[in-house]
Nanobody, 122 residues
Framework: QVQLVESGGGLVHTGDSLRLSCAAS????????MGWFRQAPGKEREFVAV????????RYADSVKARFTISRDNARNMVYLQMNSLRPEDTAVYYC???????????????WGQGTQVTVSS
C-alpha cells in the first residue's frame, strides 16, 4: 500500500511558476507508475502527466506540454510537478496518484493523495 501527500500549491499570477511535491510512503514506491491529475470546479478529473517506474519516460496532456515537467526521486519516494508559464485555466486541485501501469486514465490508478489547490489569477 502507498500513501501520498501533496504539497506546494498556492495562489499565483499568470506566467508564474510553482513546483508541486508528492511524498509517498512505503518501500514499494519504485514499483509504481506515478501520475498527476487535476480537477477544476464542475469538471471531471483529468490527466496532466505520468512518469514511468524508472523516471526516464513521461507523457503529458497537450494542454501542459512544454510548460510542465514531471520527475521522480525513487531514493526519496518523491514525485514532482514543475509548472511554468501558468495560466488561469490551470486553476484546479492537483492530485498525485500511484498505479501499476503506464496509463492515462484516472480509474486505472490505485492510490491517491488528498490534493493541493493551485489558483492562477489573471
Amino acid at each position: 500500500q502507498v500513501q501520498l501527500v501533496e504539497s506546494g500549491g498556492g495562489l499565483v499570477h499568470t506566467g508564474d511558476s510553482l513546483r508541486l511535491s508528492c511524498a509517498a510512503s512505503g518501500r514499494t514506491f519504485r514499483k509504481y507508475v506515478m501520475g498527476w491529475f487535476r480537477q477544476a470546479p464542475g469538471k471531471e478529473r483529468e490527466f496532466v502527466a505520468v512518469i514511468d517506474w524508472t523516471g526516464r519516460g513521461a507523457r503529458y496532456a497537450d494542454s501542459v506540454k512544454a510548460r510542465f515537467t514531471i520527475s521522480r526521486d525513487n531514493a526519496r519516494n518523491m514525485v514532482y510537478l514543475q509548472m511554468n508559464s501558468l495560466r488561469p485555466e490551470d486553476t484546479a486541485v492537483y492530485y498525485c496518484a500511484a498505479g501499476p501501469n503506464y496509463r492515462l486514465a484516472p480509474a486505472l490508478y490505485d492510490y491517491w493523495g488528498q490534493g493541493t489547490q493551485v489558483t492562477v489569477s489573471s
